[in-house]
């Protein structure tokens, strides 16, 4: 069945440094890639999202880029701070949504 | 606007009981998402709903859990009889269309003894 891999499953970056998040996808007919952070005790909320007619999008600190042909796209946080702490979730979708199992990503003072 | 609504924020049952949980969506958002998110783990699909259409259910294990949409607005999830391996947070997020942002609920904490 369709498939959403993300790695690394822990991240730890020195504050002021980038992160990179990685995911691969299985259904190429997927078009809409959405990431969403999750701080602890909270809900899910979406940070930025990319669509299949896009390569690259970015917002402030946060950009998100698209690979149809390896089915692969990634989220890169440059100048990373402390709040930046939180789980980070991938998700491919067209007509059901499929997440990825999360990056912990700690903000190293 | 109107965030999710979701009830009760926390239920305590013992295992073989039944619990439901309920949730109201943005309105106006046609697609409605139940998870179920296990401590440490990513939220696993359990139902969605275009409407009051299923449109995926295949990780709803269908002989104890249960779900609905009635007039293509509110939702209700049930789980009978409960396991121990149903304790986990119960999050319910709509969006206006699949492919659009989804706005999650603040879940429902539920621990099976």
């Known amino acids: 069945g369709e498939n959403v891999e993300q790695h690394p499953s822990t991240l730890s970056v020195q504050e002021g440094d980038s992160a990179v998040i990685k995911c691969t996808y299985s259904d190429s007919a997927s078009n809409y890639f959405p990431w969403y952070k999750q701080e602890l005790g909270k809900r899910p909320q979406l940070i930025i999202d990319?669509?299949?007619?896009?390569g690259e999008k970015k917002d402030q600190r946060i950009a998100v880029t698209l690979n149809k042909t390896a089915k692969h796209f990634s989220l890169h946080i440059t100048e990373t701070q402390p709040e930046d702490s939180a789980v980070y979730f991938c998700?491919?979708?067209?007509?059901?949504?499929?997440f990825g199992k999360g990056t912990r990503l700690h903000i190293l003072p | 606007e109107a965030g999710v609504a979701q009830s009760p924020r926390y239920k305590i049952i013992e295992k073989r009981q039944s619990v439901a949980f309920w949730c109201n969506p943005i309105?106006?958002?046609?697609?409605l998402y139940w998870y179920q998110q296990i401590l440490g783990q990513g939220p696993k699909l359990l139902i969605q709903f275009q409407n009051n259409g299923v449109v995926d259910d295949s990780q709803l294990p269908k002989d104890r859990f249960s779900a609905e949409r009635l007039k293509g607005v509110d939702s209700t999830l049930k789980i009978q009889p409960a396991k121990l391996e149903d304790s986990a947070v119960y999050l319910c997020?709509?969006?206006?269309?699949?492919?659009?942002?989804?706005?999650f609920g603040p879940g429902t904490r539920l621990t099976v003894t």
């Open positions: 998700a491919a979708s067209r007509d059901k949504i499929i």
């Open positions: 309105s106006g958002h046609a697609t």
């Open positions: 997020a709509s969006s206006l269309q699949v492919t659009y942002e989804q706005y």
């Open positions: 990319i669509r299949s007619n896009v």
